[in-house]
């Protein structure tokens, strides 16, 4: 069974960081795509940021040069490094597994954590 588990979220100032953390267990960890989405009230689930197998990452732009996704493949865990936060951040954030080791939209994710609040006041 699989089973994503976040942490790290919070409030915080904006011009602030966070550092979202996300464990996998249930499945190869290495061998999958991970991705952080987000949604807030009245918005559709939006991808925040993607990372494959082999370590390529790709950004929303609302957030490029801002946010940083990682993982630690020895720690089956997946991270999101969020600074220079803005108001409009504020959202719940999600962790998602693919189905394979490349992910292009939401609908090639099958798991998804319970999600983690981001709250960014201005």
């Known amino acids: 069974q699989v089973q994503l588990v976040e942490s790290g979220g919070g409030l915080v100032q904006a011009g602030g960081s966070l550092r979202l953390s996300c464990a996998a267990s249930?499945?190869?960890?290495?061998?999958?795509?991970m991705g952080w989405f987000r949604q807030s009230p009245g918005k559709e689930r939006e991808l925040v940021a993607a990372i494959t197998r082999g370590g390529s990452t790709k950004y929303a732009e609302s957030v490029k040069g801002r946010f940083t996704i990682s993982r630690d493949n020895a720690k089956n865990t997946v991270y999101l490094q969020m600074d220079s936060l803005k108001p409009e951040d504020t959202a719940i954030y999600y962790c998602a597994q693919a189905s394979s080791s490349y992910a292009s939209t939401l609908y090639d994710y099958a798991y998804w954590g319970q999600g983690t609040q981001v709250t960014v006041s201005s």
């Open positions: 249930g499945r190869p960890f290495s061998s999958y795509a």
